[in-house]
C-alpha cells in the first residue's frame, strides 16, 4: 500500500459529503494525459480505445492546500500499481468525483464491517463516522502480515486482522469470519472488496441471517484474475 498526493487549482471546491465516497481517477497514457470523449455508451480516447479509469475511495482532503490523498494497493501488473510507483511530482491525472457514500444511521447500535486491503481507506472513514455508543466487529483480509493499517480509536469496535493463507482465495478469511460471527437482526453490514466473495456475503447476510438490504452495503470493488486492474 502505498500513498499518493493529487493537487491542484482543480480541486477548488472538492468535499466529500459522506464516508467511503468514492473518486474516478484517469490514467495517462504513454502519451500524456488524453481526456476521453462521451459517446453516449461509454468513455472513448481518440484512437477509440477505451481510458484507464479507477475508482479509489479518498483518504483524505485538505481544502486548504487542495490537496486528495489516496492509497493504492500495489501489486504485480497493475496499471494502477504502475502509476503509482512511478509517478512524479508535476505529473498529471485527472480526476471525477466524488461519488456515492454510506449513511451512517445514528441509531444504529451494532455494526459488521469487512474488506481487504482495497477497503482499508473507506472502512477507516466508516469506523471514525460510527456514532460513539455503537459496537462494532470489523474483519479485514490482508496478504502480508506487516500490511496492518492504523484505523481510528473506537472503544466499541473490536479489529480482526485476518491473513489469508497463500494460494486461497481473495476474501476466503472474511468469509469465514463472518459465518462464525454473531449478528443481530438489526445490524448494519458494511463490505468490500473482491467481487466474487462479496457475492457470498450478500447471499449469506440476505438468505442465511435474514439482513435486509436496506441495512447493507456491500460492493465489489476488484475482480481477482483480471489482468490490468
Given at each position: 500500500?502505498?500513498?499518493?498526493?493529487?493537487?491542484?487549482?482543480?480541486?477548488?471546491?472538492?468535499?466529500?459529503?459522506?464516508?467511503?465516497?468514492?473518486?474516478?481517477?484517469?490514467?495517462?497514457?504513454?502519451?500524456?494525459?488524453?481526456?476521453?470523449?462521451?459517446?453516449?455508451?461509454?468513455?472513448?480516447?481518440?484512437?477509440?480505445?477505451?481510458?484507464?479509469?479507477?475508482?479509489?475511495?479518498?483518504?483524505?482532503?485538505?481544502?486548504?492546500?487542495?490537496?486528495?490523498?489516496?492509497?493504492?494497493?500495489?501489486?504485480?501488473?497493475?496499471?494502477?500499481?504502475?502509476?503509482?510507483?512511478?509517478?512524479?511530482?508535476?505529473?498529471?491525472?485527472?480526476?471525477?468525483?466524488?461519488?456515492?457514500?454510506?449513511?451512517?444511521?445514528?441509531?444504529?447500535?451494532?455494526?459488521?464491517?469487512?474488506?481487504?486491503?482495497?477497503?482499508?481507506?473507506?472502512?477507516?472513514?466508516?469506523?471514525?463516522?460510527?456514532?460513539?455508543?455503537?459496537?462494532?466487529?470489523?474483519?479485514?483480509?490482508?496478504?502480508?502480515?506487516?500490511?496492518?493499517?492504523p484505523l481510528p480509536e473506537r472503544p466499541a469496535a473490536l479489529v480482526e486482522w485476518l491473513v489469508r493463507e497463500p494460494g486461497s482465495r481473495p476474501g476466503a478469511t472474511i468469509i469465514e469470519a463472518i459465518r462464525d460471527a454473531a449478528i443481530g437482526e438489526d445490524a448494519r453490514v458494511w463490505a468490500a472488496g473482491e467481487?466474487?466473495?462479496?457475492?457470498?456475503?450478500?447471499?449469506?447476510?440476505?438468505?442465511?441471517?435474514?439482513?435486509?438490504?436496506?441495512?447493507?452495503?456491500?460492493?465489489?470493488?476488484?475482480?481477482?484474475?483480471?489482468?490490468?486492474?
Amino acid at each position: 500500500m502505498i500513498e499518493v498526493t493529487l493537487g491542484g487549482a482543480e480541486l477548488d471546491g472538492f468535499a466529500i459529503a459522506a464516508p467511503a465516497s468514492s473518486v474516478r481517477l484517469l490514467l495517462p497514457t504513454d502519451g500524456g494525459l488524453v481526456l476521453p470523449e462521451w459517446n453516449g455508451n461509454e468513455f472513448l480516447l481518440p484512437d477509440g480505445t477505451r481510458p484507464t479509469i479507477r475508482t479509489l475511495t479518498p483518504l483524505r482532503f485538505d481544502p486548504t492546500s487542495r490537496s486528495l490523498d489516496i492509497e493504492v494497493v500495489v501489486h504485480e501488473g497493475g496499471r494502477l500499481s504502475a502509476w503509482a510507483l512511478e509517478s512524479t511530482v508535476g505529473d498529471e491525472a485527472a480526476l471525477s468525483g466524488p461519488g456515492r457514500g454510506t449513511t451512517i444511521d445514528p441509531g444504529a447500535g451494532e455494526w459488521l464491517i469487512a474488506g481487504d486491503e482495497t477497503a482499508i481507506p473507506a472502512m477507516s472513514q466508516v469506523i471514525a463516522a460510527l456514532p460513539a455508543t455503537a459496537r462494532a466487529r470489523v474483519f479485514i483480509e490482508i496478504v502480508d502480515p506487516d500490511a496492518r493499517h492504523p484505523l481510528p480509536e473506537r472503544p466499541a469496535a473490536l479489529v480482526e486482522w485476518l491473513v489469508r493463507e497463500p494460494g486461497s482465495r481473495p476474501g476466503a478469511t472474511i468469509i469465514e469470519a463472518i459465518r462464525d460471527a454473531a449478528i443481530g437482526e438489526d445490524a448494519r453490514v458494511w463490505a468490500a472488496g473482491e467481487a466474487a466473495s462479496m457475492q457470498q456475503i450478500r447471499r449469506h447476510v440476505f438468505d442465511d441471517r435474514g439482513i435486509t438490504r436496506d441495512r447493507t452495503t456491500i460492493r465489489g470493488y476488484w475482480k481477482d484474475g483480471r489482468a490490468g486492474s
